[in-house]
């Protein structure tokens, strides 16, 4: 397990194996993505694993910075923090930030009206329960149909579609082609959705054929797993 873990790399650190984080990990699986888990509960472990007997675990607490070290947070590409506790995911935010400046912090925030001062611990983005499960409400009652779409791409068994993001690497093939010419749809079967520049926080939705592609870019697509690992590979520096 040791030897496993310590030979990942660009991977992604889930710490909590509860209710709300099982779903997280089935996802996780379900996206062909390389983790692993630390859990402090030999209960949740011993469930993890019944369920997913080859899974990367640590049982330890997530928020001790040897632990963080040994699941290789050092060279990891996103950390979730979902913890029991506000306070611990707090602690876990600033630990991991502090060991590495690069990585992508997803927090869970118990209280909406912590967000901000989870960003500024060094999350990158905070995911409120309670405010989520209201929007959710919400949509339910405005946009079922929707929100029914989502559940079933999302929740389906065998992930046949996903919407995912894939980043324009400098050096790929695709710098400087526009979308009509970098045969995106032709050659992997992905439908672009939208764009966001790497210069800007604004998505530009339904893409038109003369948009130009450059490095940085951010190409939000809607497709199969295997069709979203051909964009990347294609998106990847030659």
């Known amino acids: 397990m040791k030897k496993r873990i310590a030979s990942l790399k660009n991977h992604y650190i889930v710490c909590g194996a509860g ?12 996206a062909k993505q390389d983790f692993v888990v630390i ?13 997913h007997p080859n899974i990367l675990y640590i049982q330890a607490d997530a928020t001790n910075e040897n632990i963080l070290k040994t699941a290789g947070i050092e060279h990891a590409k996103g950390l979730i923090a979902a913890l029991g506790t506000d306070s611990q995911n707090m602690l876990l935010t600033v630990t991991a930030r502090f060991l590495n400046q690069n990585l992508r912090i997803v927090a869970r925030c118990i209280e ?26 919400a ?7 929707v929100v029914n779409f989502l559940d079933k791409m999302l929740r389906a068994p065998d992930p046949t579609t996903r919407f995912e993001e894939v980043t324009v690497s400098e050096g790929s093939e695709l710098v400087g082609k526009t979308l009509a010419k970098a045969r995106i749809g032709e050659r992997t079967g992905l439908t672009v959705v939208a764009i966001k520049r ?21 190409l939000v697509v809607i497709g199969g797993v295997d069709q979203i690992q051909m964009l990347r590979e294609i998106s990847s520096s030659s």
């Open 19 to 30: 209710n709300v984080e099982i779903h997280v990990i089935n996802e996780m699986i379900s």
């Open 39 to 51: 859990e402090i509960s030999e209960e949740r472990i011993k469930r993890l694993t019944e369920e």
């Open 112 to 137: 909406h009206s912590l967000g901000p001062k989870f960003k500024l611990s060094g999350a990158d983005s905070v995911v409120s329960a309670n405010f989520i499960g209201g929007m959710r409400i």
């Open 139 to 145: 949509s339910e009652m405005l946009r079922p149909t």
């Open 198 to 218: 790497a210069d800007s926080e604004h998505f530009y939705y339904n893409p038109k054929g003369d948009t130009e592609l450059g490095p940085g870019d951010v």
